[in-house]
């Protein structure tokens, strides 16, 4: 059966459980949404479209996916605008599907603005529908990198939405992401470490919240009495009234961020900035970190070999260390 890939896009959207999306209206792909019956949430403009469906993916830590569409095509002022929402969403890891128009082939010289070049660097992912037959391919992929690795946006250019292909020949089935676990001996060598500690300290970040961790969080640093700082993304992944609990920001988050010998970071880069604390002597403290971005020199990084630097899911290292304290359940 003859499809065309507009009509595609929305089927697919709707097979992986989106149930609206936000946009600005000047994008090929809305009336195919309409017919289809995907409710549409009107903007003020590009770049609050993006926001939308990045405040939703936050909302629900990624287990909904926010898809956004906006203006593309040559001299896209909508693509512009939308910039600056996608460049949010990438910078702090939000896994949003943006759709557009893309540049039709051969046009590209009409257009000051190099579209590819700036949405790859805003992206996991910028892909470019050069063919209809690929509708499915692209989208299977758009929706496994959105649920597999560090969270971020990924966008669709769609040059030709009229396009049409046998919508039978690859018939779509929804996809998931994949996660892996960490090391056995590094995890060994974690509770060892904690265990020789004196002053162990744990800083949470959003990661916790992305992968569903805050029960374990909470178990791990009960059984071991370790107190608790999150970054400001990460408040709620720990009860900030919890006696364990420290704070985000202020002079007892510094106080205890420098009287501990072990850190042990779960689910943020302990990148410094204007919302959290960088790590003070850095260099003379042991630390364990369980994340996918790393900012200063670890004893066990990643909780994984460190000739494999293998990215997972927060969850599934924090569980493992629960499991050797607690026993498995």
Known sequence: MSVDVATSIARILKQEGIEWVSTFPVCRVNNALGREGVPMVMMRDDRYAVALADAYSRVTAG????????????????????????????????????????????????????????????????????????????????????????????????????????????????????????????????????????????YAGEGVIYAGASNE?????ESKSIPVITTLKGKGAFPENHPLFVGVRGDQVEQYLNSSDLILAIGSSLSPGRFSHAIPNATSKTIIHCGRRVTYKQDIPYISRANRRCSFDVKSPYCTIRNRVFGSR
């Not at 693509?79 to 893309?102: H, K, R």
């Not at 969080?217 to 640093?221: G, M, N, V």
């Open 217 to 221: 969080l909470r178990e791990f640093a």
């Open 63 to 202: 287990t909904k996916i926010g898809v956004c569409t906006f203006q593309g095509g040559v001299n896209a002022a909508g693509m512009q605008y939308a910039y600056a929402g996608i460049a949010q969403a990438f910078e702090d890891g939000s896994p949003v599907l943006c759709i557009t128009d893309g540049v039709p082939i051969g046009q590209s010289e009409n257009s000051q603005f190099d579209v590819p070049a700036s949405l790859k660097t805003v992206s996991k992912w910028y892909g470019y529908i050069d063919d209809p037959k690929r509708v499915p391919e692209f989208m299977r992929r758009a929706f496994t990198l959105l649920r597999t690795g560090r969270p971020g946006p990924i966008v669709i250019a769609v040059p030709d939405p009229t396009g049409e292909y046998d919508e039978t020949a690859d018939p779509y089935i929804p996809v998931k992401g994949w996660k892996s676990s960490p090391d056995s001996d590094d995890v060994s060598r974690a509770l060892e470490l904690l265990d020789q500690s004196k002053n162990p300290l744990i």
